[in-house]
């Protein structure tokens, strides 16, 4: 965005230093997109210092928990890999790490339910938030299929059994010609590249849109403005340290 | 073994035996395991309590 000053009909010079360094290089498509980053996203608006004061509720702490648990998941996932099956299901420590990346994706599951359940209610999709309660939901799917690779990438009798039982499911709907629920080789790449890649993408635009536009409003007490209906920030000032 | 890792089994294996094949309740063309159910219930109980209950916040916010 060029702010052109209206009395000189010339950028504004604070603009154009905003977008490069020097201002010949301030139509080049590097200084474009950083200048859109920046005013989009500024640095105090993607990781603030305060929230609004209804954030201080139980109910918005389960979205974070959620991210923190998928952390886990991630490093656990990380550890198992390098150092494969014979360790995680014979060395004391790698039953531990695997234990603790089934325990992560449970509280993963578990509070990114509790989170949907909570948006849900709030109709979170308020206030020009369609685009991330609709990330938020592809997240929540991808992420079932993530955990359903998983138990079929565990290298037992167990996964053996789940994948001859899913895979009448999967054929009947037409897609165990290009995703066979039986390959084992196919089945470990998708739990450890193709879906994490997709939940970490669609995670990082889910939380930069909460970043964007803000966390939703709560629906206004009866005999209230509905200023706080449309779920855009009401401005009462009201702050809570983040 | 060591002494925590079987104090700790033996308290959670009297609470829940994982030795035995899964129980299931029936309802209609639903069948659940009574672990999943459990989970789906403790999912409803944190979520009212996450509602209900007072969250404390920061001193000095000046609220």
Known sequence: ?242 | MPAVALVLGTLFGSLIDLNRPGHYIHWGFVQMSYANLLVIVLMIVVFLAAILIPFKSHKGDGR
């Open chain 1, 1 to 242: 965005m060029t702010i052109v000053d209206p009395k000189t009909e010339r950028p504004d010079q604070a603009d154009l230093d905003k977008a490069a360094d020097r201002p010949e290089d301030a139509d080049q498509w590097t200084a474009k997109i950083r200048t859109a980053a920046v005013d989009a996203l500024p640095p105090q608006k993607l990781l603030p210092d305060r929230q609004p004061a209804y954030v201080a509720s139980w109910i918005y702490v389960f979205g974070v928990a959620t991210v923190a648990a998928l952390i886990v998941v991630i490093g656990t996932g990380l550890v198992l890999a390098v150092f494969g099956p014979n360790w995680w299901h014979v060395s004391p420590t790698g039953l531990f790490v695997n234990s603790l990346h089934l325990w992560s994706v449970e509280v993963f599951m578990f509070s990114m339910v509790i989170h949907l359940w909570g948006k849900f209610f709030m109709a979170a999709w308020r206030g020009k938030r369609k685009a991330t309660w609709i990330t938020g939901v592809v997240s929540f799917l991808v992420t079932v299929g993530a955990a359903f690779t998983g138990y079929l990438s565990q290298q037992n009798f167990d996964s053996q059994w789940i994948s001859t039982q899913a895979k009448d499911g999967i054929n009947s709907t037409g897609a165990g010609a290009i995703f066979n629920v039986t390959n084992f080789g196919q089945m470990i790449m998708w739990h450890i590249v193709l879906l994490p890649l997709c939940i970490v993408v669609i995670v990082g635009i889910h939380v930069l849109m909460v970043r964007l536009r803000g966390v939703v409003t709560p629906f206004p007490a009866k005999g209230e403005s509905p200023g706080g209906d449309s779920g855009t920030p009401v401005a009462t000032g009201a702050e809570v340290r983040a």
